[in-house]
């Protein structure tokens, strides 16, 4: 007996067939006394079909004529669940994001969030209808209609939870839960009953992608009570709080990885105040999202700077690190890394993890290439045809397999 | 030197290549040194489309979610052509009916515009922008999406025009102007350098659909110069004024015809005081539109009501009127009937006019089974296999095949 928001993605509502299947999860949460706000994606393909059309008139189309076609997705998924809905006897009324009072900043395409003028949907809660907003989507101080950016239906979803004070925010999706590990890659993984969000957000950064990281965040900033859970199969899912609400901490919560990784090394980079600064805004400039890096002492006055990328980026950033020529030693990069990190808030009060990582990796024959780690995550760069048999033997070890 | 507001229907907007060609035309007004407002509907078949799937989940949607589904599709068309216009060069900027200050009466599906906010509309007309305004739609007082129902785009672009005290109104559709009569029955007709407002309006009733009436009505009402060309073809079309403005106003402007008609004639009904508020207010609730209506008497206190629907409402009609056996002497019906009219602002001080019509038909042994008549209009009922011949006729005989 509550306010509950539940958010569909695109494949949840891919068809007309999956819409009403939708309708049939969300009468039932409403049949058991709540309120109930669905957040709903553009269906399936269309965002694509959209973007074609675009294509074929420019290939630099504007950002605000962009979110002017793309917002239409959700429009269409909205009225289309509503009549749903409607069709099986329930009260429910559709809402546009500016309908809906999701403001944004006044930027197109990865506008964030700034405030949510709920009245119109607490009003038609009242009313005792379901309420239908558009994801992804919202309108800006000007009235332009703006859109979030990826995973931008997740964040409208948190965020309206947040607004409404609501007492849970299930996210809907084609997996069932979050994962000790893919698997895809580890048949013995099992579904987590909770991660804190911490541990989400690593598990998101890694690959693991479930929920974007941004309504991760926004979540544990206003402590939204989230789940993830299939709109596929009736099971239950994984719940996404903070970790002093969780019922124990394991060390070692799950192990994710990143398949596509590339490794640079800057060596004998004249030690300036502003070399790294330089080096980093440099890249950041041409677009290259630079992820692990660490630096160590090269002789007297000099340092190496050693960092990954996506190996797709590779080319670009060596043609970019070309005027460095000169003011370091030597470039040397090398490809076809995986990055495999193990995640658990339990690991800031058990030294050692990094360690029995190590030790594992050792034992297997797994050369690491680069580590970094962080509070509540230790990551190792590979080779890429580790990855699997390295992901595999951490999962075995940390007893991820064990319920 | 002015403002043009230019509409452009579903054809001529039907495919990227024909956006494209759109952006071109709009472009040779701009560059004329006009301000340009640009009114769109929603792309060839996407209406269809749309109303496809919504009649996949109920046969019954609400109207306020098809609003909101529908209005969808010219979202689509603006920011297409927005793209296609900053493709080649121009600023622009679409906006949606709420975006523009299109405001609405509170009804779904066929509201009224009752008011424009055009601030934003002049502020980027300013700014030597482009506008791309959404036709088909607009926003309630409470913040609803609404639609203007049929012709809504036409209707769209004179109250803009009317609003933005336009010098130009411009309807682009698929023929190239208003002919004397239908140019595939008769291939002298010829196309109309301009026509009154109010024959426009007799001709747009009678089938020979090129404007909506409401477009028509508005444009009266407001005084907006209109002009009805091709979107495919460059050539002049015809000029939609206030009659006394026009150079020469002909006896006949043209011919039009309605092909599926049929007859009603309740027969000795008794004739009190309510007898015909009874009668067509019974068939209005049951949402059959009457179109011709002639009374005449049949004995003492009893009357003959005779009256033409479209032949598609005949059964549902003869299933009314089985409550008034009993209260009649008989009612019959005819099917397969057309209606012929001739329409033209200088018939009200032509008499002779209607008889002129009797004669022609009747020399061409054309039987008229019913007649109605009004200022600028004569309408005949006839047999459906004599309609062509009887078009054809009148055109001949009213010298409309001269210039």
């Not at 809660?125 to 997740?154: H, M, P, Y």
């Not at 007492?167 to 890659?185: K, S």
């Not at 992608?209 to 596929?232: D, I, T, Y």
Request: aromatic share 4%; net charge negative.
């Amino acid at each position: 007996m509550g306010i509950v928001v539940q958010k569909f993605g695109g494949t949840s509502v891919g068809t007309i067939d999956r819409i009403k299947n939708v309708a049939k999860i969300v009468t039932k949460t409403k049949e058991q006394g709540n309120q109930v706000v669905v957040v709903v994606s553009a269906m399936g393909d269309s965002t694509d079909d959209l973007l074609d059309m675009a294509h074929q008139i420019t290939s630099t189309p504007s950002s605000r004529e962009l979110d002017m076609l793309l917002t239409t997705g959700e429009q269409v998924s909205i009225s289309l669940l509503a009549m749903a809905l409607q069709e099986i006897g329930f009260s429910a009324i559709s809402f546009t994001g500016w309908q809906a009072g999701v403001k944004t900043e006044s930027v197109h395409s990865k506008a964030r969030i700034t405030d949510i003028s709920s009245e119109r949907i607490v009003q038609e809660l009242k009313n005792d209808k379901i309420v239908i907003v558009a994801g992804f989507q919202g309108v800006s101080e000007e009235g332009e209609i703006t859109t979030l950016g990826r995973g931008g239906s997740d964040t409208s979803a948190v965020a309206l939870a947040a607004a409404l004070k609501a007492d849970l925010c299930e996210i809907y999706t084609d997996v069932d839960g979050v994962y000790t590990t893919d698997p895809r890659i580890e048949p013995k993984a099992k579904k987590l009953k909770e991660v804190s969000f911490d541990e989400m957000l690593e598990l998101a950064n890694l690959g693991a992608v479930v929920l974007h990281p941004r309504a991760v965040e926004n979540a544990k900033k206003f402590g939204v009570h989230l789940v993830v859970r299939s709109s596929l199969v009736q099971v239950e899912g994984t719940v996404i709080k903070e970790e002093h609400g969780m019922e124990h901490v394991k060390v070692v919560t799950g192990v994710a990885y990143d398949m596509d990784v590339a490794r640079v090394q800057v060596i004998g980079l004249e030690n300036k105040i502003n070399a790294l600064s330089d080096l980093f805004s440099t890249l950041a400039k041409e677009k290259v999202n630079v992820d692990m890096i660490v630096t160590s002492d090269y002789g007297e006055d000099k340092i190496n700077v050693s960092f990954s990328i996506t190996s797709s980026d590779l080319q670009h950033t060596l043609a970019i690190l070309e005027r460095y020529v000169g003011s370091c030693t030597m470039i040397s990069h090398e490809d076809h890394l995986a990055k495999v990190s193990i995640v658990g808030a339990g690991m800031i009060s058990n030294p050692g993890v990094a360690a029995k990582m190590f030790e594992v990796l050792s034992n297997a024959d797994i050369p690491i290439k680069m580590v970094t780690t962080s509070e509540i995550k230790v990551s190792c760069l590979v080779p890429k045809e580790y990855a699997i048999s390295g992901v595999q033997e951490l999962h075995r070890s940390f007893e991820l397999d064990h319920e």
